[in-house]
């Protein structure tokens, strides 16, 4: 092996600051979000796709994370509210037509809101929160739990990025940002 091949390598291996910060903001957030008996899959996901390169970037992602959150939470919970007033049952082939049909307010939301970034999110949360979230009990407080879990990987990720520098610094050298 030559002196140039082991040198790349050894640069594939590095392990930059924004993977260091990404994987403390997600330790952090699934920590957190358990101490609150919460779901820590949302947490650290929230937490793993805010962390950026620079804090406004976190910030700007942690923002339209948050904005897509709260409107698919909020769907998510009309929805229940409809299924049980109109006796449609869970998980039947209705459920899950009416759940692929609450597509079309979501997308037209998030576009007359003018936040197509959070669009992708936003219909996310449903999936989850519908197929999969609401089996685990009270649909109500899962859904709170998928709001207050994301808050706590936004505002992890945020705080993290915020704290820890952007790059490793040289030895003896103490880098800022």
Not at 51 to 71: F, P, Y
Not at 101 to 113: N, Q, S, Y
Not at 140 to 160: P, S
Request: proline residues 2%; contains cysteine.
């Amino acid at each position: 092996m030559s002196k140039n091949q082991l040198s790349q390598i050894i640069k594939q291996l590095h392990v930059g600051m924004r993977i260091i910060k990404s994987a403390i903001a997600v330790y952090l957030s699934i920590t957190i979000s358990l101490a609150i008996d919460g779901q820590p899959t949302s947490a650290a996901v929230a937490a793993f796709m805010c962390t950026r390169s620079s804090n406004e970037a976190t910030v700007d992602m942690g923002k339209n994370r948050t904005i897509g959150t709260m409107i698919g939470a909020t769907y998510s919970l009309l929805f229940i509210l409809v299924v049980k007033c109109f006796n449609v049952e869970f998980f039947s082939h209705g459920y899950y037509i009416m759940v692929s049909l609450l597509l079309i307010p979501v997308i037209k939301t998030t576009l007359w809101l003018k936040i197509a970034d959070a669009t992708v999110v936003a219909y996310v949360v449903v999936l989850l929160t519908l197929l999969n979230y609401v089996r685990d009990g009270d649909p109500y407080l899962r859904i709170l739990y998928r709001l207050v879990d994301t808050a706590i990987g936004v505002i992890i990720a945020i705080i993290v990025n915020k704290l820890l520098p952007r790059k490793k610094a040289e030895k003896g050298e103490i880098k800022t940002q």
